[in-house]
């Protein structure tokens, strides 16, 4: 059964940084990119970043110089480190997993809320 758990998101000052992790199960974890995408209230999902499973990172320019994206094969774990948070990173961040077209997959989500 395949799974991605997201974890570590919570209520942050603006300035402030998280760290988000996702743990996967039940597929191949190396063979796959892994992405992160967030949703904010009332907007559509959007890519964050992304990362091979040779390690090359790519970010959208909201976060680039912000954010950075790694992986550990051995750990069959994706993370996301945020740095100088703002508010308009408030959102729902999901962890993707990308083999194929019919084998791609997603967590539940973890809450991030910068804010005073």
């Known amino acids: 059964q395949v799974q991605l758990v997201e974890s570590g998101g919570g209520l942050v000052q603006p300035g402030g940084s998280l760290r988000l992790s996702c743990a996967a199960s039940?597929?191949?974890?190396?063979?796959?990119?892994m992405r992160w995408y967030r949703q904010a209230p009332g907007k559509q999902r959007e890519w964050v970043a992304d990362i091979s499973f040779g390690g090359n990172p790519n970010y959208a320019d909201s976060v680039k110089g912000r954010f950075t994206i790694s992986r550990d094969n051995a750990k069959n774990a994706v993370y996301l480190q945020m740095s100088s948070l703002k508010p308009e990173d408030t959102a729902v961040y999901y962890c993707?997993?990308?083999?194929?077209?019919?084998?791609?997959?997603w967590g539940q989500g973890t809450q991030v809320t910068v804010s005073t």
């Open positions: 039940g597929f191949t974890f190396s063979w796959s990119v």
């Open positions: 993707h997993a990308y083999i194929d077209s019919l084998h791609n997959y």
